[in-house]
């Protein structure tokens, strides 16, 4: 399974297997992500934020990006008429 992210320090984290004591918040989700790389089940390539499909989801972004997202998720307005 591909998890797509554009925060590069995360992506560092997961694949350090030293454990760091000196981090804020370290949760159980980190090993068992860590546990699951080990295993090759899941891998974090890494992505621009510009081409983050979820921001459409969570962010403000505009009409431009926006459409280019919904597009590349197959999204169709239900409501167009046709």
């Known amino acids: 399974m591909n998890l797509h992210c554009?925060?590069?320090a995360a992506?560092?984290?997961a694949h350090n297997p030293i454990q760091h004591d000196r981090m804020k918040h370290v949760e159980v989700d980190r090993f068992?992500?860590?546990e699951?790389?080990?295993k090759r089940c899941?891998?974090?390539p890494f992505v621009m934020s510009e081409d983050q499909l979820a921001d459409i989801l969570t962010?403000?972004?505009c009409g431009r990006i926006f459409n280019d997202?919904?597009?590349k998720l197959g999204m169709?307005?239900?409501y167009a008429p046709s």
């Open 6 to 8: 554009d925060n590069k």
């Open 59 to 61: 962010k403000g972004v």
């Open 76 to 78: 169709i307005d239900i």
């Open 32 to 34: 068992f992500i860590r």
């Open 42 to 44: 899941i891998s974090f």
């Open 36 to 38: 699951n790389i080990e």
């Open 11 to 13: 992506i560092m984290i």
């Open 69 to 71: 997202m919904i597009d």
